[in-house]
Structure formats: C-alpha cells, structure tokens
C-alpha cells in the first residue's frame, strides 16, 4: 500500500484538525473564515476559490481512503470518508451563503470564476456522498469480497483518485491538459464497472448478483465519481479557455 502518496493527516482529522490539511492550504483556508467583513473585491474570488482548492483536496483524499478501505476494510479509512463527506457538506454551505453577495462587489472576469466554483463545490459535495455511499454498501458485509470483484473495485477507486487529483491541479494552474487528462481516464473506469456488471448479471438464474447486490451498487457509485469527475473537468476546460465544452466533451477525450 501506498498510502504516502496522500498526506496521512487527513486519517487523524478526528483528533487534530489542524494537521487535517495540507500546511500550503492553511493560511488561506484561515483567511476566509476570518475575513467575512472585507470588502476587497479580490478576497470574493480568493476566499471562495480556496474553498473549492480544499474541497477538490477533501474528494481526492476521500477516494483514496475508499481504496483503503476495499484493499484491507480499514475502520479509519471508513470513519476518513464519512468526515469527508461531512466537510464537503459544509464548505458547499459555506459557498452558497457567500457567493450571492461576493458576485455583486467583482467585474465580469471574476463573476465568471465565482460561477465555476459554484458549479465545482455541487460536484464534489456529490463525490463526498458517493464515495460514502460506496463504503456503506459493503461495511456490514459478512463475507469477503470476492478476489476479482476487489481488484476491479481497487482499480476504479485508483482510477478516481488520480482524475481527482488532476482536478486539483488543473484549478490551481488553470491548465486545460489536466482536463484532457480525466476525460482520457473516465471511459476505463466506466468499462471496469461494466465488466463487473457484466460479471454477476451474465447468469439471469445464477443466485451470485442478488447475493452480492452491495457489490454492484458499490460499483455504480464510483462510477457515478467518475462522472461527476467528469464534469469538473469540463467546467475546468470552461475555466481555462473561456468556452464551453459541456455539449461537446467527446471531440476533448479524444484530443
């Protein structure tokens, strides 16, 4: 297991919450508690934009700790994800009572960007719920997963852990070629859920799908992350270059 690739904090946010978030994030994240009555037109932009850079950080983390939790049932990457989903919870809360009045104090450029994380924040709030969803569909589960179910399983949770992490950076830099990147990415995890599908509904009297019916809803649910990855990539593209490509993704995932 690889799990220094993420920073291990993000496990302990229970009991430290400040080592819950990357050091680079802090500063900025304190400033927009803090700075409700700052009438700087650049702090709208800033303090929301930090929101949605912790929240595309929250999503990422949340899936690495599904991966976990499919690779060994870990009961910390379990209660990681539920505190995730919590925190994506309230920093979409936090977004939607600040926007309304920080779009009315910027110029047009800037109300543009302050759109875009509203339309970030409503895709990773709905990360945060399926990446639950996927674990409490199979935390009560009696029997092992199935050698080759887990290993799809792990693979898809790899797959949008990496997609998600490209969102991450894609915002921060505004590059379009982190766009490129997911949208590359999203039509492998949909084939190994599909696979998996196709695996347990291939015999219509065969008792395997009922009796590992978590198993498939576990799956749809990170496919449905994939999705809504998906759709972050295409909001960064709009970002980036200024137009949209929500009606024309296919000719980008094949750029």
Do not use: W
Request: charged share 30%.
């Amino acid at each position: 297991m690889t799990r220094k690739q993420v920073p291990t904090p993000r496990l302990k946010r229970r009991s430290n919450s400040n080592r819950s978030r990357p050091a680079a994030a802090r500063p900025r994240l304190a400033e927009t508690r803090s700075g409700a009555g700052n009438n700087n037109n650049d702090f709208a932009e800033d303090g929301l934009s930090a929101l949605v850079v912790r929240g595309c950080m929250i999503a990422r983390d949340a899936v690495f700790n599904v991966r976990d939790f499919l690779a060994d049932g870990s009961r910390l990457a379990f209660l990681a994800i539920k505190d995730c989903e919590k925190e994506l919870d309230q920093i979409e809360r936090k977004i939607d009572d600040q926007l309304p009045e920080a779009i009315t104090r910027v110029g047009e450029a800037k109300a543009r960007e302050l759109l875009a994380c509203l339309k970030f924040i409503t895709d990773l709030e709905r990360i945060g719920d399926l990446a639950y969803s996927a674990v409490m569909q199979l935390q009560s589960r009696r029997e092992k997963l199935p050698a080759a179910d887990s290993r799809q399983l792990v693979e898809m949770a790899s797959l949008l852990r990496e997609m998600l992490e490209q969102v991450h950076q894609g915002f921060l830099k505004r590059e379009v070629s982190y766009a490129h990147s997911v949208l590359q990415s999203d039509p492998e995890v949909d084939r190994l859920c599909h696979s998996l599908f196709h695996r347990h509904l291939a015999e219509p009297n065969s008792p395997t799908g009922q009796k590992n019916f978590d198993i498939l809803l576990a799956a749809q649910a990170l496919e449905r992350i994939g999705d809504h990855a998906k759709n972050l990539a295409e909001e960064l593209y709009s970002l980036s270059e200024g137009r949209s490509l929500r009606h024309n993704a296919r000719k980008l995932s094949s750029a």
